[in-house]
């Protein structure tokens, strides 16, 4: 071994990092507590320097993209880490730090990892003799973030004994905040909400007892009996039973539909129902039912909020601020009922008809938040005090010796606003839970000045943080607009003028000074800090009447402006084509709504990070296949700053990094790290609860099919075939037939025309045989020709087809009428119109249209993808993807590629259809309020075998209107 001065003792950072180089080596050096240790000084990930990073719970956290290692044995935590980091043995030596770049750091247990400082040893330096009490045993009743806390605490005490964690669940402690907000989105999951994992029970010395209960305790004898009979003595119990949701005691309760949220399980039960729902019933008020209506919102759907209370949350906050809440949700379309109480519940026609004193309320599912029933009837039967939670010191011990109590069962400790209750807070958890476990160690008490209790919840797109607690009758003043980002809330009692709570809507910067502001002994003044003193009754109604009037006219009053023709299907008006509001509501409704969007082909993300931008709509999205081979789709727009991260157009790629500020993405579209998220230094950087988990790029729904790729805004699409319908499905394989695509090459333009008119293009046969020469010339399309124009049921998608004839056996009445038809007319290249059958068809062209963005051609053997990108009302681009199959020979790839001269921005027949599309947009746009005339084939609005009809285009738009409401 070969040991290096590497730096006084008393330099380094307390329970931080410190950054030393030796011999040309970068290292970073932490004293945690009374331990020191030390690993290589640069992330593995992008080499930024962990001296700028930050120490917590054990582990350094990078500063460029967020990769934890434990500091104890180098392990890479978390994405975007793949590689561990190296450690190094340290030791101690007259106030010197050690460290020896040839060996590793040895790890044994939690207590005795790293080297102990002069003058201690594992067994004291928590301040207990543990020696004496290794044979004694803990039992944590309960598996919940308490039960976490705990148990970390009583190693950092140094006690050495056995630990038995018994849990009802069957997974080991994890948080629950995330299942109401990111757990539903589906931006997280269990692994993400761990507050143990089980590689931890063997670092901890813990034996977990899953899916089991205490079923009784003998205080007196110090045995814990399970559910299964096993029997185990114990020196110590912690209850940590926490709570079930509280049940609805009316008729109906028990409906299929009406659910709860406390577990996993429930998270995982609500997000496979919530995405096929429309409506969605949120029974109680409280932060639980603000937060799924905030989901459901989100995901778009219908949501209602039925609270008994005259207002949202009046059991836990004055008046005004559940009104601000109310204002918030509203804003984002939530309905919501309050002094609404909930009678019965039925299922009528498929549906949940929830009785009230008022009309019915109808949806799909019910959500019920209306607080927690506390599980306290063990602690209660083995003598402790129970009083609504159970009673318990400032150590969490409950008047029953050898037993303690923490988390959502307990009472707080100390009295908020002259009476003790329960904290049900992630932050409660973890305080009470650590102090619990610190005090069955037989640790010291903690000296330090009770911390005020702190809250947090997710709504809206908005993180508000409550610091101290308020009182229903509590005054309320206001700092900034009502429910608006950066505005803080006070709330204090009028007649001491005492300030009580900090309420912070995406404001951390408030709550890191409200805690300065909650110790002061001075009366709070609203004026001094240029706050607005709110009103206990909501006048909101005749104070703002007159603005009411001044608000922006609603979307859905807006769309009952536009009125369709008398005439009925057989008239499309102008505006249809050129309006910038319809634009815009059929983004929303369409190409964001219920459809699935062509992306890419398959083979244009062959490989494990390939990638490819692509369009939903006018939205730039991004198509990649990640590490485990399955294919993502996700928006390309950085949360930061909304920059286009994804700059070129396709490519391979381990990640992506937004050029702007650094943010990074896996290929999965999860936000793998924030540069600086901690600052330098203590200063600067992200909000402290801010988690990468919860903030990863917006990711659509996505499916194939036969190597061709699809996306949806929608999260409970159909599935594909169901989609397309049998007949449209049955076309698209025929083309799609199994054999494997290959892309032979892509080209691109724009046309000034509305998007809609080359949809309109191909389920227009009746123009072909007019406008297109080298079609009737050549007899790829005719009058008279076999040929089909298939609208599916819905009228959406369509396929115009024909079977390619022998253009010298035209009648020649049919010549007269197809003007384009152009006699003595040949080809130079006679192979140009080779036609080898190669598909189970009895088609030589077909054209599909896949709304709402895709057109698929077989034009013989050329074959191409056409994906539509509309830019406004008035333009869009065509992407042209052609190709092939896998097993073509040069000779066929040849011929498809000749063959592609048909098509494309120049081709002999896409280029004529280009300036047809420009000139019915010049005519609408220069003689405006104007209506189309589409009555050929009159009666009939979908499929037709004759190829002098418009029936498919007046199906599309019967679909059309139907979706847009208009």
């Known amino acids: 071994m070969t040991w290096h001065a590497a730096i006084s003792l008393e330099l380094l950072r307390p329970d931080g990092v410190t950054g030393v180089e030796i011999e040309g080596v970068p290292v970073a050096l932490y004293k945690l507590g009374e331990q020191v240790y030390a690993t290589h000084g640069i992330c593995t990930h992008a080499l930024a320097f962990l001296a700028d990073g930050f120490v917590e719970d054990g582990k350094i956290e990078c500063p460029l993209h967020q990769g934890l290692f434990d500091i104890r044995s180098g392990k890479a935590l978390c994405t975007p880490l793949t590689e561990d980091i190296k450690t190094y043995a340290v030791k101690v030596e007259d106030g010197t730090v050690f460290v020896d770049l040839d060996s590793s750091a040895a790890q044994t247990t939690l207590a005795a990892d790293g080297v102990a400082l002069p003058g201690t040893t594992a067994a004291t330096a928590g301040g207990v003799a543990t020696d004496a009490r290794a044979g004694e045993r803990f039992i944590i009743v309960g598996a919940g973030q308490a039960a976490a806390a705990a148990i970390r605490a009583m ?14 669940e069957r997974h080991l402690p994890y948080e629950r905040p995330p299942l109401s907000k990111s757990v539903l989105l589906g931006q997280a999951g269990a692994d993400d909400c761990a507050c143990l994992r089980f590689a931890d029970l063997d670092v901890l010395r813990v034996t977990a007892h899953l899916g089991r209960r205490v079923s009784t305790i003998d205080a007196r004898a110090r045995i814990a009996t399970l559910d299964d009979g096993r029997m185990l003595t114990y020196s110590a119990l912690l209850i940590a039973t926490g709570g079930q949701p509280r049940r609805l005691t009316i008729p109906g309760a028990d409906l299929p539909g009406v659910m709860y949220l406390r577990t996993l399980e429930d998270a995982a039960a609500i997000g496979d129902v919530i995405r096929k729902a429309k409506t969605v019933a949120i029974i109680g008020g409280g932060f639980i039912g603000m937060e799924l209506a905030s989901v459901a919102a989100q995901l778009g759907l219908s949501a209602i909020v039925l609270e008994r209370e005259p207002e949202l949350m009046a059991r836990v906050m004055p008046a005004p601020l559940g009104r601000a809440f109310r204002r918030l949700a509203e804003k984002h379309g939530v309905i919501v009922r309050t002094s609404t ?38 602690a209660a039967a083995c003598g402790c005090d129970v009083l609504g939670g159970i009673v318990v010191d400032a150590e969490g011990r409950t008047n029953v010796p050898g037993i303690w109590a923490a988390g959502d069962c307990a009472l707080h400790h100390a009295e908020i606003n002259g009476r003790r209750g329960r904290l049900e807070s992630w ?41 101290g607690v308020a009182a229903s009758h509590h005054s309320v003043a206001r700092t900034g607009e009502d429910g608006a980002a950066g ?69 859905e009053d807006r769309a009952k402006t536009y009125v369709w023709p008398v005439e009925g299907l057989t008239r499309i008006p102008d505006w249809v084509y050129t309006d910038e509001f319809i634009y815009q509501r059929e983004v929303e409704r369409i190409f964001h709504g219920r ?13 494990p990070g390939d990638f490819i931008r692509s369009h939903v709509g006018p939205t730039p999205v991004v198509v990649s296949r990640a590490e485990d081979g399955t294919i993502h789709v996700f928006e390309n727009r950085c949360l930061h700053r909304a920059a286009e991260f994804c700059r070129e157009l396709h490519g391979n790629a381990k990640e992506f990094v937004c050029p702007y500020h650094q943010w990074s993405y896996d290929l999965k579209g999860n936000l793998a790290g924030v540069p600086f998220r901690r600052g330098v230094n203590g200063a600067g950087g992200m909000p402290p609860d801010f988690k990468t988990s919860e903030h990863g790029l917006k990711r659509l ?98 396929v115009m087809a024909s079977a390619k004839s022998d253009a010298s056996k035209i009648a020649a009445d049919t010549k007269k009428e197809m003007r384009a038809y152009k006699e003595g007319m040949s080809l130079s290249d006679p192979r140009f119109m080779n036609f080898i059958d190669e598909f189970n068809s009895p088609w030589s062209v077909t054209m599909m249209t896949l709304w709402p963005n895709l057109i698929i051609q077989r034009e ?70 104007g209506e189309h005339m589409v009555e050929l084939e009159p009666g009939n609005n979908g499929t037709s075998d004759t190829l002098i009809s418009e029936a498919a285009i007046r199906g599309m738009y019967r679909y059309w209107r139907e979706v847009m409401a208009l």
């Open 155 to 168: 190693r950092l005490a140094g006690f050495e004994g056995a630990i038995d964690l018994v849990g009802a």
């Open 341 to 378: 109480s909930v009678d019965a519940i039925e299922r009528i026609d498929g549906k949940l008809v929830i009785k009230t004193p008022g009309e019915p309320v109808a949806a799909d599912i019910a959500l019920v938040g209306i607080g927690l029933e506390p599980d306290t009837a063990l």
């Open 427 to 467: 932050h409660n958890a973890e305080q009470r839970g650590a102090a619990a476990g610190r005090s069955m160690a037989g640790a010291p008490a903690d000296t330090e000045a009770a911390v005020q209790p702190w809250f947090w919840t997710d709504q809206f797109g908005l993180n508000v943080q409550i610091l």
């Open 487 to 555: 505005t803080v809330y006070r709330t204090f009692d009028l007649a001491s003028g005492k300030l009580t709570s900090v309420v912070a809507f995406s404001s951390p910067q408030a709550i890191r000074a409200a805690r300065t502001e909650l110790e002061s002994v001075a009366p709070f003044d609203p004026a001094a800090a240029a706050a607005v003193v709110l009103d206990q009754e909501d006048k909101g109604d005749s104070m703002n009447a007159h603005a009411k009037l001044l608000e922006p006219v609603s979307s």
């Open 595 to 607: 459809s699935w969007n062509f992306v890419a082909l398959e083979d244009e993300v062959r490989n």
């Open 701 to 798: 729904t996505v499916t194939t099919h036969r190597g061709v790729v699809f996306a949806s805004y929608c999260n409970d699409m159909e599935p594909l075939a169901d989609y397309l319908g049998p007949e449209i499905l049955a076309e698209f394989e025929a083309t799609f037939d199994g054999r494997i695509p290959r892309v032979l090459g892509h080209y691109r333009h724009s046309l000034p025309g509305n998007w809609k008119l080359y949809h309109e293009n191909l389920k227009d046969p009746y123009h072909a045989t007019l406008l297109h020469t080298f079609l009737v010339t050549f007899g790829l399309l005719v009058a008279g020709n076999k040929s089909l124009m298939l609208a599916d049921a819905t009228g959406r998608h369509g």
């Open 860 to 929: 013989m053997n050329t074959l191409g993808i056409r994906q539509i990108v509309p830019t406004g009302p008035n333009e869009f681009i065509m992407k042209w993807t052609m190709f092939g199959f896998e097993g073509d020979d040069e000779e066929m790839t040849r011929h498809r590629l000749r063959q592609g001269n048909l098509m494309g921005p120049a081709g002999f027949l896409g280029l004529e259809d280009n300036e047809a599309i420009k000139f019915v947009q010049d005519g609408m746009i220069s003689v405006p309020n």
